[in-house]
């Protein structure tokens, strides 16, 4: 007991009273801490579930299927690109070995938005793993275009991001055949 009091007397230790009540200020910003802490933990969980699939009805999504061809050539593991110039957004797809894809919305609903698309061409994304580099140890030049990785289709430039080819997709469409040329003469 003797200790205790010493503790409290060297520190200033105040005697035990009725309980004090906050400020009201003070009282305001707790209460205003708890609300903002409630609020991050309501919207941190919401919509992590993993059924969670949105509703994509009103957008009147068609299910379209295509063929992609470079000079009369299927054009395979490429990614297609259908995008709406304005807002950009884009349906893709990635060809099979025989040019063969199907327009997927996002990664777990297929479809596009009809209207007028603008049509680009990319080469297949790669995992880290996969990707090579082409080296010319001769000239010590390293290639890091777009379609630089062996084994990957070269794509020409103006059915890149700049690309001029564009598309009518209606709301009865169900298949596209989409033609490149390697000089581009179809593009403007």
């Given at each position: 007991?003797?200790?205790?009091?010493?503790?409290?007397?060297?520190?200033?230790?105040?005697?035990?009273t009725?309980?004090?009540?906050l400020?009201?200020?003070?009282?305001?910003?707790?209460?205003?801490?708890?609300?903002?802490?409630?609020?991050?933990?309501?919207?941190?969980?919401?919509?992590?579930?993993?059924?969670s699939?949105?509703?994509?009805?009103?957008?009147?999504?068609?299910?379209?299927?295509?063929?992609?061809?470079?000079?009369?050539?299927?054009?395979?593991?490429?990614?297609?690109?259908?995008?709406?110039?304005?807002?950009?957004?884009?349906?893709?797809?990635?060809?099979?070995?025989?040019?063969k894809f199907?327009l997927m919305?996002?990664?777990?609903?297929?479809?596009i938005?009809?209207?007028?698309?603008?049509v680009?061409?990319?080469?297949?994304?790669?995992?880290?793993s996969?990707?090579?580099?082409?080296?010319?140890?001769?000239?010590?030049?390293?290639?890091?275009?777009?379609?630089?990785?062996?084994?990957?289709?070269?794509?020409?430039?103006?059915?890149?991001?700049?690309?001029?080819?564009?598309?009518?997709?209606?709301?009865?469409?169900?298949?596209?055949?989409?033609?490149?040329?390697s000089?581009?003469?179809?593009?403007?």
């Amino acid at each position: 007991m003797i200790s205790g009091v010493i503790v409290c007397f060297r520190f200033r230790c105040p005697t035990p009273t009725k309980p004090r009540e906050l400020p009201v200020r003070l009282q305001h910003r707790s209460l205003l801490r708890i609300k903002c802490f409630l609020l991050l933990i309501a919207l941190s969980t919401s919509g992590c579930s993993p059924t969670s699939k949105p509703n994509y009805a009103s957008l009147g999504l068609v299910d379209v299927r295509g063929v992609l061809t470079l000079d009369g050539v299927p054009l395979a593991d490429v990614e297609v690109r259908l995008e709406t110039p304005e807002d950009l957004i884009y349906s893709y797809g990635i060809t099979d070995a025989a040019g063969k894809f199907r327009l997927m919305f996002d990664s777990r609903t297929a479809g596009i938005i009809p209207g007028k698309k603008r049509v680009l061409v990319f080469p297949k994304p790669q995992k880290e793993s996969e990707t090579t580099r082409r080296r010319d140890f001769d000239e010590g030049e390293v290639d890091e275009g777009e379609g630089s990785s062996i084994g990957s289709p070269r794509v020409p430039d103006c059915y890149g991001r700049e690309s001029k080819k564009y598309l009518d997709i209606s709301s009865t469409s169900t298949s596209i055949e989409i033609t490149l040329r390697s000089d581009c003469s179809d593009s403007q």
